[in-house]
């Protein structure tokens, strides 16, 4: 089951909300948004992926969080891992491929 805050960032009035405040502030984004309409913010299955990506991008550039997911996910055969999957992997086999001790922490903590 998912924690209200992730039911609340899913909930399509929350976006449409989000996109009617940035459009109220921002001209170029208000013809961006008029143009293309608001995203369409889904996640898949269970958003776990999505978490674990926002998890190891957080202060990083995008080419070495690439770069460490990438590696990531070379630990389970080139596959995005299940959740039993990655709390199963040895941590430190899971640091070897780039994955700091306090993502690993905020990862391992996501599943619980």
Known sequence: MK????????DKKTWK????????RDKV???????????????GR???EA???SFISQQ????????????FMQLYGGRFP????FLETPEG???????SPQKYAYVTSSHE
């Open 51 to 53: 978490r674990v990506r």
């Open 93 to 99: 086999k899971v640091r070897r491929a780039g994955i």
């Open 3 to 10: 924690s209200n805050a992730f039911e609340s960032i899913i």
């Open 29 to 43: 984004m208000a013809g961006i948004i008029g143009r293309f309409g608001a995203i369409k913010f889904e996640w």
């Open 17 to 24: 909300k989000g996109a009617a405040h940035v459009a109220d």
């Open 60 to 71: 990083i550039s995008n080419s070495a969080a690439d770069s460490i997911f990438s590696r």
């Open 82 to 85: 299940r959740p039993r999957e």
């Open 46 to 48: 269970d958003g776990y």
